[in-house]
């Protein structure tokens, strides 16, 4: 494909509209001879002479005038363009698009959604809540909301939460029929069910602490579902014990639907993060947003710390 000699265009029409090439050369802030120089260059790279040039003046040829007819409005709707591109990348107004899990938005997202909308009245914000990562980039998301052990390396990636509490749970129900573990080893003797990730086909991991020591469990699964919110469900339904995010089922546990099991046990799992493709760290609205959940963080962390102390 034929390169277009697009360089040197603005020096051409800044003549034509000024009248000469120093009073281009003043209008653009450079010197005479460069403009005189620029101008060569094109023409050169065109093959054709632009101008009649007198010591007092220049005068468009045949070529320029073409040149400028067709230049000059092409020219107009470049600048605009460029002028909307950037005040779009300041503008404190406008769509913000994010992927994240359900897990992510009630962890993350849902106990600040609040207050950043109020504090920024003109960001909207669409959300798709996807269990499966997703290629953000291609599917035109400006950030995204996962887990630290998500992430892809070519991303930007901000912090955004302390670790995440985890869970085993299950329904009164279930429970009377069958007891409540008093060990994680009593779980390879009950009905589990468990989440396979979607993205790499793997069921997730159950994981304890004990005396210190991180310990993986692999239980055998009597139900398994690609999402976290069908485990919730199912345990709702009394079909067996679930492990998760606890943020996930607060309010089943408030109502008493679930029951929280093995709690000396339980593990944190990681951080969520807040994470966008480095060419989208200018957009000032993901930049508005990337702020504010990193002072919520440090105003949980100090809150955290104060309750620690007084305890």
Not at 30 to 45: F, H, I, P, T, Y
Not at 96 to 107: E, F, N, Q
Not at 221 to 240: N, T
């Amino acid at each position: 494909m034929e390169r277009i000699p697009t360089h040197g265009i603005e020096v051409f029409l800044t003549i034509v509209r000024e009248g000469s090439m120093r009073a281009a050369a003043a209008a653009l802030g450079v010197g005479a001879s460069a403009v005189s120089l620029q101008l060569k260059a094109l023409e050169d790279r065109l093959g054709i002479e632009l101008f009649f040039r007198t010591t007092r003046s220049v005068e468009l040829t045949e070529a320029g005038k073409i040149l400028f007819e067709a230049a000059a409005p092409a020219h107009r709707d470049l600048t605009y363009a460029f002028k909307k591109t950037r005040e779009m990348a300041r503008s404190t107004t406008g769509t913000l698009r994010l992927s994240l899990s359900r897990g992510a938005y009630m962890a993350a997202l849902a106990p600040v959604l609040k207050a950043f909308l109020a504090e920024n009245p003109g960001i909207k914000l669409e959300i798709s809540w996807d269990e499966e990562l997703v290629d953000i980039n291609r599917q035109g998301f400006h950030g995204g909301i996962r887990m630290g052990d998500a992430l892809s390396p070519d991303m930007i990636a901000v912090r955004i939460t302390p670790p995440i509490k985890s869970v085993f749970f299950a329904a009164p129900s279930y429970l009377q029929a069958f007891g409540a573990p008093e060990h994680p080893r009593d779980l390879l003797d009950h009905q589990c069910i468990r989440h396979r990730h979607p993205t790499s086909g793997k069921l997730r991991e159950w994981r304890v602490t004990e005396d210190g020591q991180d310990i993986s469990i692999d239980p055998p699964a009597r139900l398994i579902f690609d999402s976290a919110a069908g485990v919730i469900q199912a345990a709702r339904e009394g079909h067996g014990i679930g492990w998760s995010m606890k943020a996930t089922m607060a309010d089943h546990l408030k109502t008493g639907e679930l029951a929280t099991l093995l709690e000396p046990f339980a593990r944190d799992l990681p951080p969520f993060y807040l994470y966008f493709p480095k060419q989208n760290k200018r957009v000032e609205c993901l930049r508005l947003l990337v702020n504010f959940m990193k002072t919520q963080l440090k105003e949980r962390q100090r809150s955290n710390a104060e309750i620690a102390a007084e305890r």
